[in-house]
């Protein structure tokens, strides 16, 4: 039988998604409830076998092979797999720059 995980969104993931939400709110109303259910269904579906996101490419060629991603184009979600539960740890753009992302987010704990 497979482990079942608990999903847990960190607060920065959630305002990653909210903030997608936002933006495609003023781009194309009638698509964000549709996109908003698929990031979340697809980060909900991690509640069994969570490893089968990859290592997240940037950061195992810096040898951090301890977050994960699955990617939803043009989405990436990152998360950490922890004993009984899957760490969302954010939900980024793929067509930006992710190692500028995160090293945003570690230099200034304000974003």
């Known amino acids: 039988m497979n482990k079942k995980y608990d999903i847990v969104w960190s607060n920065i993931a959630e305002n990653d998604l909210k903030n997608i939400v936002e933006y495609i709110a003023d781009d194309s109303p009638p698509n964000v409830l549709k996109i908003f259910k698929r990031i979340k269904q697809k980060a909900s579906s991690l509640y069994t076998f969570p490893e089968r996101g990859r290592i997240v490419p940037e950061l195992r060629d810096q040898g951090i092979l301890q977050y994960r991603e699955l990617v939803i184009s043009p989405w990436r979600i ?13 939900v980024l753009d793929s067509r930006r720059n992710i190692e500028d992302i995160l090293l945003k987010r570690l230099t200034n704990s304000k974003s």
Request: a positive charge; proline letters at 0%.
């Open 78 to 90: 990152l998360y950490r797999i922890s004993e009984k539960s899957v760490l969302v740890l954010s």
